[in-house]
């Protein structure tokens, strides 16, 4: 029994690539601040799902009933941009993704031809500082009292920083050097930290003066020594993915 879930990345793909039908086009007439906002502070969610190409990944799908997919997981994060021209921002942000599956060995069951079943969790939580360069000025100074912010927004940047993982099996599990194969619970654990480095994408919408709503995607790179005391003889672990997010902001 393949416990794998179905991950809605076509969908969540398709409202990304509509997000900038979904703002109306009055939002062309916008109100004004009194001057131009210096510091922007926002929230977001939406999808991760990691790479998890290395090669503890690709024995864990080989031995269990573990998709390609199967730590994909809604992902929630937040962030202070700092101002420093009018098409020249830095970020710092901290988000947080869990992807958990079930699963249970490929070809083998317990002497009664029951299941043997684990668990098997990927978390990652990065703390980033990142460069957004847009590709026009947000917004245009009236007078020396008022600044009205533009409409859309695109950007592209990238950034670095860290990041807190833990990969977790916990479970029944066969060990295959006995000749009986006895069956043991255990829970294996690696957990650590690793720089990592990130490019990305994205559109800003203003809902008001104030106000903006952000779609962004996107990916990183990182990968960490595992807990030889856990697993022992693997490559680092990979830790990069792709994400994308929509979320709300304000000017400050």
Request: hydrophobic share 40%.
């Amino acid at each position: 029994m393949n416990l794998r879930r179905r991950r809605p990345l076509m969908g969540f793909a398709a409202v990304f690539v509509a997000f900038p039908l979904s703002v109306p086009a009055a939002l062309s007439a916008q109100d004004f601040l009194f001057r131009r906002p210096l510091v922007t502070v926002g929230v977001h969610g939406g999808w991760a799902m990691p790479s998890a190409s290395s090669d503890i990944f690709e024995e864990v799908r080989e031995s269990f009933t573990i998709g390609s997919d199967a730590f994909g997981s809604t992902t929630w994060g937040g962030e202070v941009a700092f101002r420093l021209t009018e098409r020249l921002d830095v970020a710092a942000g901290l988000e947080y993704a869990q992807g958990s599956t079930r699963s249970e060995y490929r070809d083998v069951v317990d002497i009664d031809d029951n299941p043997i079943e684990q668990t098997t969790t990927l978390r990652r939580i990065p703390l980033t500082l990142s460069v957004r360069g847009y590709l026009f000025e947000r917004g245009r100074t009236v007078s020396r009292f008022a600044w009205v912010p533009n409409a859309w927004s695109p950007y592209v940047g990238a950034g670095a920083g860290y990041l807190w993982y833990r990969f977790d099996m916990e479970g029944d599990f066969v060990n295959f050097d006995d000749p009986d194969w006895p069956i043991f619970t255990d829970r294996l654990r690696s957990d650590g930290t690793a720089p990592t480095a990130h490019v990305l994408a994205g559109i800003e919408a203003s809902l008001t003066e104030r106000f903006l709503l952000r779609g962004e995607y996107r990916h990183s790179w990182a990968s960490s020594d595992l807990d030889t005391s856990a697993f022992s003889g693997y490559d680092p672990i990979d830790l990069g993915g792709g994400r994308a997010t929509i979320g709300v902001a304000v000017r400050m």
